[in-house]
Structure formats: structure tokens, C-alpha cells
């Protein structure tokens, strides 16, 4: 009986945001986004909703269209159909730079670290758009530059410190470990000053304990920073335990929304995973 | 004493090749392709140069800023009409459009200014420093030359690796999909690559034009494809390299051309090129890409 009314939410619903955000507006919208490429809708009608400070988890089998969806929002693909509000912004015409400033980053599927530059020159480049001064002053060494890059220096060390990276600030990007790489990408989306980060399979190749320290790590993000995370993750232990929204793609529609309860017994989500039953 | 003399001729020479060759290093570090327009910026800088300092008189110093800002903007040009549109195009038709750039502006120079070589007047007094009873004489040009190029390259560093938008620069060149994504507004950091490089590219094209005072509109090519080859010589993409490499191609020149034929001395150079690509395919400080498998 109770599986039958949770099954399938149509419409943003204001169901998936949390209680104590539901006085503001969520910080993303998704109205029937859609984008065909090569001729498939790879995603379609896609309707999804982000609270303020939610963490929401998208997932569904191989292909489903998940890391597209990601693409759309970061606009790598411009839709096709349909609307994004970030922050109850349309997001419309902007391109991948402009939606950055608005309040978007993410992590990638596959590490796209600057691999050649130290660890906090990947920080501090994420910070860009923070910083204002000049190439005369760079050159010379003026006082703003000084002064803004020892500020993007501290809070570029302030930002490893949540990671315990502080002391690998001067190696090599592409020298660290694998898992070091990946929180690595969590921190240089974070120098951008995010209000919603993206996380596409954060956990990939890592083994259970790396899992449940970046699971820490993602909650102590969430605590300190307030913000709305949306993770692509295959782990489901991970999905099921930190996040409080779950949206299930297949085919590039969505199946199933609801709390992780719900989708753990929602019977089109199994059947997408695991099969029909004969 | 004549050999230290050479030296440091060969120094001077290959100083202005490495001031040449940063323009390339780096636009192919960013933007990852080959400009070979760069050289013909060179003469249009040092074109621009010769009239204000000629024609109308006005002080070196004046000239030189000015072709530097004139080869900056036709940078930013060249690069808006004619290179972003192919930002997505292969990278062969990126390289035949830069070689057709390199002919639009050879041609239009010899349309405005004709192929009558042109004296082009130093930008600083003619004269020499003297030392040893005058066994060792090294001209001011060539002082200038050899601080300027130390200047530029200190400069050029700190910017890139110490500042925002040289940090933005090196995002760029490794990952420019990320980048966006951080935030960091390729396009422009292309342009800026391209204003450096063109700005340099004039100042290369004053000081060549000092050392060696024929002005023709094809005056920037073989420099600049000299300039390239140092850069292929140190590692292309590296700043280090190509200064590595242009001295080192500077000086084998000089030598080339004092101790064996002066009509010889690019087939050594270029031969030197072959033997070291041979060793070292990456060049001297050039680093090997490793795929993962």
C-alpha cells in the first residue's frame, strides 16, 4: 500500500526539500530539460528540484543519463528543451563560465585535475574570478597582488585543511594518490564559491574505508559551507546514508524520486537495476 | 678573445630568438597550435617602429611602445577573425589558416610599404664597449638585447606562475574543459596569450632590426621559423626551453657562421635540430606525454 503513493513524482515537488528549507526558494530548478544528441534524447523531461541545502543523489544504470544531466546544468550541452533556475535564475543563453559565477561547480567522472600544476595552484586558479588585480601589479609584485593572492593563499590552505590536504600543498597534482585526486577535485570545485556543487561518482575506485572517509568529508562540507550538493554515485551505501533526496534515471527519464526508503522499495527502480521478475 | 666574442654575439642573437620564440611557446602551450603568422608580426612591429622613429621622430622609446601596442591589438585581431572561429576545427586547418594569415600580412606589408628595403635606424646609438685593448668589443645593442630578453623572461615567469591569470594560462593549457568549468574564461586567456606574445613579438622585432638594419616584409619570416625551431629545440610549451633552446641556437649559428660558411651555418643549425629531436624527441626540457592505458 505505502509503496504505491510514493512511486513516481511527476512534478518538482516540494516534497524533496528539506523542512527547514522550504521557506526559500530551491536553489535549483530543472522544468522539463531535455537535450537530444545525435539524434537520441539522451535526457528528456527531466524535472528536478534541489533545495537549498539538500543533498540529493541521482543515480540509475550505466547510461541512463546521468552525467549528461550534469553537462546540462554545467551547460558543456545547452538543453534542447526546458528551463534551469539556479537560485530562481533562468539560466538561459549563459555559457559554462557565466553558470561557474552563478553558483555551480562540480567534480568529474573521470579526474580532471590541472595535473601539472601543485595542488594549490589548482586551488587558487579555481579562485580566478575572485581575484581582481592586474598584470602590472602581478609583474611588479604591487601591493593588491600581494595582499589577494596571501588571501587566496590562506583560504586555498583553509579549503585542503577540510581534507587533510593542507601538507600536500606543494606536490604535484598528478603525483597524489588516487583518492587524493578525487577530494582534490571536491576542494577546486569549492574555491569557486559554489551555492549548489555537483559530484559526478566522487567514490569511484576507491575502496570501503576511502568511501566512508569522503562520506564524512561530503557531510562536513554540507555542515560548514550550507550549501546543496547533487552526487552521481554508484555506491549505494553512500547514496542510501548521506543523501536525504534520491532521483533514479533510466533511459534518460526519470523513474523514481523520493527518499532513500522509497527507492529502496520501489519496484520500477528494482526492475531497472536488477531486471523484470519472471 | 674572438671565440668569447662570438659567444656572446651568439648570446645576443639567440635572445632575440627566445623573445620570438616565447610568442610561440606559449600560444601553443594554451591554445594548442602553431601560429605561424608570428614571425610576420615581428615585421610589422619593426615596420611600425621604423616610421615613428624615422619619419616622424619621434624618440625610441616612443616607438617601441607604440609597435608594441600596435602588434598587441593586431594579435588580439588575427586571433578573434581568424583563429577563434576554428577553435573546434582540426588542427591542420588552424595551421594552413595561420601560414594564410602569414601571407595576408607579408602581402599587405609589401602593398603599404613596397619591397625597397628599408634602413632601419637602431634604437639606441651605435657604439661598443671595449674591453682587453679592444680584443673584446660588445656593442650596446647587444647589451640592451641580452638584458631586455632576461628582463622579459623574469617578468614572463612570475606572471605565469605566481599570478592569477598565469595560473588561469597553465589551467588552460592542460585542461580547457575544466577550466570553464572552474570558471576561467578560456577565450580570454587565449586573447591575453595572444596580446603577450604579439607585444613581444614587436620588441623582438626592434631589437632584430638594431642588430641587422634591413627592413623588408619578409624581414620576420626566417627568424621566426628559427625562433619555432628553438622552441621544438628546448621543448615547445615550456617557457625554460625555448630560452634554453635559443640561446643554445643563437650561439651554434654565430659559430656556424664564423668558424665553418656563413652559407652554411642554418644547414648546421637545422642539422643540430634533427640529431637532438632524434635523441630526444621532446626536445631538451620538453616533457614526454604518458598515455594510461
Known sequence: ?278 | MTFLNFFINGISLGSIYAIIALGYTMVYGIAKMLNFAHGDVIMIGAYVCFYAISRYKLPAFVGVIGAVLICTILGIIVERLAYKPLRQAPSLAVLITAIGVSYLLQNSALLMWSSNPKFFKPIIARGAFKFFDGQLSISHITILTIATCVLIMIALSVFINRSRLGKAMRACSEDKGAAQLMGINVNATISLTFAIGSGLAAIAGALLCSAYPTLTPTTGSLPGIKAFTAAVFGGIGSIPGAFLGCLMLGVIEIFAKSYISSQLSDAVVFAVLIIVLLVKPAGLLGRMTQEKV
Open chain 1, 1 to 278: 500500500m505505502k509503496r504505491n503513493k510514493t512511486k513516481l513524482v511527476p512534478v518538482p515537488s516540494k516534497a524533496m526539500i528539506p523542512d527547514r528549507d522550504v521557506a526559500r526558494a530551491p536553489v535549483l530548478e530543472c522544468i522539463n530539460l531535455g537535450i537530444t544528441l545525435g539524434g537520441i534524447k539522451a535526457v528528456e523531461d527531466f524535472n528536478f528540484t534541489v533545495g537549498r541545502t539538500e543533498i540529493a543523489g541521482l543515480i540509475g544504470p550505466n547510461g541512463a543519463g546521468k552525467t549528461t544531466v550534469f553537462n546540462l546544468l554545467t551547460k558543456v550541452y545547452q538543453p534542447t528543451t526546458g528551463t534551469v533556475l539556479l537560485n530562481g535564475q533562468d539560466t538561459h543563453g549563459m555559457n559554462t563560465v557565466q553558470v561557474n559565477k552563478a553558483g555551480i561547480a562540480r567534480t568529474f567522472q573521470n579526474i580532471r585535475l590541472f595535473k601539472n600544476l601543485s595542488v594549490i595552484d589548482n586551488v587558487k586558479a579555481a579562485m580566478n574570478n575572485e581575484m581582481k588585480y592586474n598584470m602590472l601589479s602581478a609583474i611588479l609584485r604591487l601591493r593588491d597582488y600581494r595582499r589577494e593572492e596571501l588571501a587566496a593563499h590562506h583560504r586555498a590552505l583553509k579549503l585542503l585543511s577540510i581534507f587533510d590536504m593542507q601538507d600536500m600543498a606543494d606536490l604535484r597534482a598528478g603525483s597524489l594518490p588516487y583518492g587524493a585526486q578525487r577530494r582534490l577535485e571536491i576542494v577546486r570545485a569549492l574555491a569557486t564559491n559554489p551555492s549548489l556543487l555537483l559530484l559526478d561518482e566522487p567514490a569511484a575506485g576507491m575502496n570501503p574505508s576511502e568511501t566512508a572517509e569522503l562520506m564524512d568529508s561530503i557531510i562536513k562540507v554540507h555542515e560548514m559551507f550550507q550549501i546543496a550538493i547533487v552526487l552521481i554515485e554508484h555506491d549505494m551505501s553512500l547514496v542510501m546514508n548521506i543523501c536525504e533526496g534520491i532521483c533514479v534515471l533510466n533511459f534518460g527519464h526519470i523513474i523514481a524520486k523520493g527518499t532513500p526508503e522509497d527507492i529502496q522499495s520501489n519496484p520500477a527502480v528494482i526492475e531497472a537495476y536488477l531486471g523484470r521478475k519472471k
